[in-house]
């Protein structure tokens, strides 16, 4: 494959890495920590520990900082943050395919707010199309919980926020950008976990288990959706991250839903 060609097919590899990566590490975090630490606590655990790990990779302080940058990366890890915190909120009580399809309303509406030519809007329309064949209407036997849907509708808002100043921080190093985001993530979301969850957070076991999903479900597929918006139209990353697969906790590994 030549370099130019594989620069082109980058940022489509680079968004399959991310949901691929965030689909197991989410379906992980549920099984093993919400049981101990609940939903508040598996989001400090989660972008707490990212952060962590990001800012010793990349130790973003070699690089200064103008003052609209530094803006725009606060404002980025504050959307990241809150998105996390309401998505894992929602998934208590929704099925987790729901949760998701309700998400994806977030970066869909960036697509078609950002979306000039009529080719944008059909790719919009095959998404919509794709995540309504997604949503168990009428499958699900018992009436959805009100909360859990509003958790997940802020968390599609915080989601679309996040690819707009996401995007307004790309022109700096990727490494950069996400390890101080998820610093302003973290301090948007480890108290709530240390109101809730206390000196659970602390657990050996916990923490051994939150290293991992960090890693696997913020610190790498964040760094990827970094690159590909380097590189991508806000409308073309909004519509290519629909293409998340929808997964359901199985223990001990998650697995594809049915239906």
């Known amino acids: ?34 049981p101990v630490v609940g939903a508040q606590g598996t989001t400090a655990v989660r972008v707490g520990l990212s952060a962590l790990l990001m800012l010793l990779l ?9 003052r609209a940058d530094t803006q725009a990366v606060a ?26 399809a309700i998400e994806f309303a977030g970066p869909l509406a960036v697509a078609i707010w950002s979306s000039r030519r009529a080719v944008d809007f059909v790719w919009v329309a095959l998404a919509v199309v794709g995540l309504g064949l997604l949503l168990p209407v009428g499958l699900t036997g018992s009436p959805l ?11 599609a808002v915080f989601w679309a926020l996040y690819i707009v100043f996401g995007k307004r921080a790309g022109h700096l190093h990727a490494g950069q950008s996400v390890s101080l985001g998820l610093l302003v993530a973290a301090l948007v979301v480890v108290p709530v976990g240390v ?7 602390l657990s050996p076991s916990v923490l051994l288990v939150g290293v991992a999903v960090a890693a696997i479900s913020s610190a790498l597929p964040i760094s990827l959706e970094m690159m590909a918006l380097k590189r991508l139209p806000k409308e073309a990353f909004g519509i290519m991250i629909s293409m998340e697969p929808r997964w359901r906790p199985c223990s001990p590994w998650p697995c594809w839903a049915s239906g």
């Open 195 to 201: 109101a809730h969850a206390g000196a659970a957070l």
């Open 58 to 66: 990349w130790r973003p302080w070699r690089w200064r900082l103008s």
């Open 1 to 34: 494959m030549t370099a130019p060609r594989l620069q082109r097919l980058f940022p489509l590899l680079a968004v399959l890495g991310s949901v691929t990566a965030l689909g197991i590490g989410t379906s992980w975090a549920k099984n093993a920590l919400f």
């Open 75 to 100: 404002l980025y890890g504050a959307a990241l943050g809150a998105m996390n915190l309401l998505f894992y909120l929602s998934i208590q009580t929704l099925p987790f395919g729901l949760a998701v």
């Open 145 to 155: 919980d009100p909360v859990g849907v509003l958790y997940s509708v802020g968390a």
